[in-house]
């Protein structure tokens, strides 16, 4: 009595220092949450939405350009007179060019694949070149346009963004692919804008996670997957359309993040803030009202420590009781098995066991229902309760399946048991409503070696098993 008192003590002592640290720090994380959520649901989300409708409009008029390129008469007058005169059109996408101040106009051919620019014709597209898929992936798409961030093709050193917009005649007739170029330089300082703008970092990055555009185009490529901190979040932000997170990039250093997927470039727009002297104000409020929920925890946490004490032995016995049968369960059957054997080691008693199973139990179920069947496991559990010895365990190992450890008894001895168990299940009915049920065994029998693993055991019982039930089902076969 006195050690349980003891313990008791400790266990008192040990929530009051619990719920003092947790009453301690409770305002502290609740005005820093606070903090927290306001920047990251409410401040970046409206920041990155800002950001997202300044892209849409910069976009707009290239997009417009494109879309009265691709209703031109003159250019659809051209492809349908078979393209004779290519100077005609070479002019036309110079003066395109020059007048709206893109940085390049194309148009590609459905009819000849070839790909006309200012300067002439390129190339000619084929769908082996895997350049030459955002042309395939046009032709197919039912979208009047795609923009596509993509290397220009008449200049391999730059990076452009191109607005793709399909050419169909008055019928509706599929004549091929026109467009202008933005130079990617024109979003950077847009970027650099926006970052003087809202004072937060601000920048793209692709499909995969690598940075695809930043203020400083000169800078190393990176990986969010390869930032501190950052990485283990970047399976949520690319597999979503927008996320709110914090992280930590250095310790004590928060970085609030808010992504958003731009579908016109398909890529993640991210705006990043750092922690602010808010935080800072807030570390202030740590030790206010200190002591304002210890009551109520300790009493809760000593209701909760003697409810689970009472529950204690019911739950130890539903861990280690099979619920439908009140056999012992397959968990607990490697302890039972180490104890017997150990205990028939030093006595030099054998330890035998028998594997029964209940034959052709699935029709049992698909004819009767699966109540049925539970009132058969039941009815053949007690069989083997009654003619099973009080130093016997029985174990229910799934299913139709029972195991019998027979301590103190040979091969020869368990055999007869379980024949006497086969011939008593045999003769006993399970009565169904108006129905009586009868069921048969198949049962295997084999004998512990010292030293033996009790899985090379089970494996041994196993196929007896199999071979009783192969012979005819409804016997008793020995392991030899």
């Given at each position: 009595m006195h050690?349980?008192?003891?313990y008791f003590v400790a266990a008192l002592t040990v929530l009051m220092?619990?719920?003092f640290m947790a009453t301690s720090l409770t305002s502290y994380f609740v005005a820093r949450e606070s903090l927290s959520e306001n920047i990251s649901e409410q401040m970046l989300p409206l920041t990155s939405d800002n950001i997202y409708s300044e892209i849409q409009r910069d976009l707009l008029r290239p997009i417009l350009i494109s879309s009265l390129m691709a209703t031109d008469t003159f250019l659809h007058d051209w492809v349908i007179n078979g393209e004779e005169d290519t100077q005609l059109v070479r002019n036309y996408l110079r003066e395109i060019q020059q007048q709206y101040g893109t940085i390049t106009s194309f148009f590609v051919s459905d009819a000849t694949r070839n790909y006309y620019h200012p300067d002439g014709i390129i190339k000619t597209v084929s769908a082996d070149n895997p350049d030459d898929a955002w042309y395939f992936r046009v032709r197919s798409q039912r979208?009047?346009?795609?923009?596509n961030v993509d290397v220009d093709t008449a200049d391999r050193s730059r990076l452009s963004i191109f607005i793709n917009y399909r050419v169909e005649d008055g019928r509706g007739n599929f004549l091929g692919v026109t467009g202008v170029g933005l130079a990617v330089s024109a979003v950077t300082s847009l970027i650099e804008t926006y970052q003087l703008r809202y004072g937060r970092d601000i920048y793209f990055i692709d499909r995969e996670g690598n940075v695809a555009l930043t203020q400083d185009l000169s800078g190393p490529a990176q990986r969010i997957q390869d930032r501190p901190g950052l990485g283990p979040l970047a399976t949520q932000i690319l597999t979503t359309p927008s996320a709110s997170l914090t992280y930590e990039r250095n310790p004590g250093e928060t970085v609030y993040l808010n992504s958003r997927l731009v579908p016109e470039f398909d890529w993640y727009l991210m705006v990043e803030?750092?922690?602010?002297?808010?935080?800072?104000?807030?570390?202030?409020?740590?030790?206010?009202?200190?002591?304002?929920?210890?009551?109520i925890m300790t009493l809760v946490l000593l209701v909760a420590h003697f409810t689970l004490k009472a529950y204690q032995g019911r739950l130890e016995e539903m861990a280690t009781?099979?619920?439908?049968?009140?056999?012992?369960?397959r968990h607990v059957f490697d302890g039972i098995f180490d104890n017997v054997q150990r205990s028939a080691r030093r006595n030099g008693r054998p330890v035998a066991i028998a594997c029964i199973d209940i034959d052709h139990f699935k029709e049992v179920n698909d004819t009767f229902g699966h109540q049925a069947g539970d009132?058969?496991?039941?009815?053949?559990?007690?069989?083997?309760?009654?003619?099973?010895r009080a130093s016997d365990t029985l174990c229910r190992w799934g299913g139709e399946e029972f195991l019998l450890l027979l301590d103190g008894c040979t091969a020869e001895e368990a055999a007869e048991r379980a024949e006497t168990i086969r011939k008593a299940v045999k003769k006993q009915s399970?009565?169904?409503g108006r129905e009586d049920i009868r069921v048969t065994l198949s049962c295997g029998v084999a004998q512990y070696h010292p030293g033996e693993e009790l899985f090379?055991?089970?494996?041994?019982?196993?196929a007896v098993l199999y071979r009783a039930k192969h012979e005819g089902r409804d016997r008793v076969s020995v392991a030899t």
């Open positions: 050690r349980r008192k003891l220092i619990v719920g979208e009047p346009y795609e923009i803030e750092h922690d602010s002297a808010a935080e800072e104000r807030i570390e202030n409020t740590l030790l206010i009202n200190i002591g304002l929920s210890l009551g009781t099979d619920r439908l049968t009140g056999a012992a369960n009132m058969v496991i039941r009815a053949v559990a007690d069989v083997i309760r009654q003619h099973a399970v009565v169904f090379s055991l089970i494996a041994r019982v196993d």
